[in-house]
């Protein structure tokens, strides 16, 4: 989970990680996933819904 998905693909990005898959909107928020060296994609989120940290 993010505050700012396109923001964080972005850093995400020139830190060299590849991103596996486009934003996509879900309604419910934003989704995208990245890869992590051995392969294995990890999903990552900016919600649209209320969140018990509050934003």
Not at 18 to 46: C, H, M, N, R
């Amino acid at each position: 989970m993010c505050d700012d998905v396109n923001k964080t693909v972005e850093e995400l990005k020139a830190k060299g990680v590849k991103i596996a898959s486009p934003i996509s909107d879900q309604g419910w928020g934003l989704v995208t996933s990245f890869l992590l060296p051995g392969g294995e994609k990890v999903g990552l989120y900016q919600p649209r819904h209320p969140t018990a940290i509050g934003r």
